[in-house]
């Protein structure tokens, strides 16, 4: 199973960013997929899930800001972020989860900053 995240970067409080996660090796439309953080000293935690029949659900802190959304043909779940504050800077890991068993992609880094 690889799970590939692009899409974190510089950007400017208030900005937006897409993050993007491409999956393979897994059957991805039975699949409940998710983005944590991790900052820097931090515990990682859960940003937003949603699961293969499309239920979404967010971290309290990102409700409003962020939203999550999954392509089954492309086997991709993206991370559409709004109004990003410099507490949204960490490193952002898309995971997928089926059955029991549990994926971790590499991470990117999202940077919000001036």
């Known amino acids: 199973v690889q799970l590939q995240a692009s899409g974190g970067g510089l950007v400017q409080p208030g900005g937006s960013l897409r993050l993007s996660c491409a999956a393979s090796?897994?059957?991805?439309?039975?699949?409940?997929m998710g983005w944590y953080r991790q900052a820097p000293g931090k515990q990682r935690e859960l940003v937003a899930s949603?699961?293969?029949?499309?239920?979404?659900k967010y971290a309290e802190s990102v409700e409003g800001r962020f939203t999550i959304s999954r392509y089954n043909a492309k086997n991709t779940v993206y991370l559409q972020m709004s109004s990003l504050k410099p507490e949204d800077t960490a490193v952002y890991y898309c995971?997928?989860?089926?059955?029991?068993?549990?994926?971790w992609g590499q991470g990117t880094l999202v940077t919000v900053s001036s």
């Open positions: 995971n997928a989860e089926l059955g029991n068993r549990a994926y």
């Open positions: 949603i699961t293969s029949t499309r239920t979404a």
């Open positions: 090796g897994i059957y991805f439309s039975i699949s409940d």
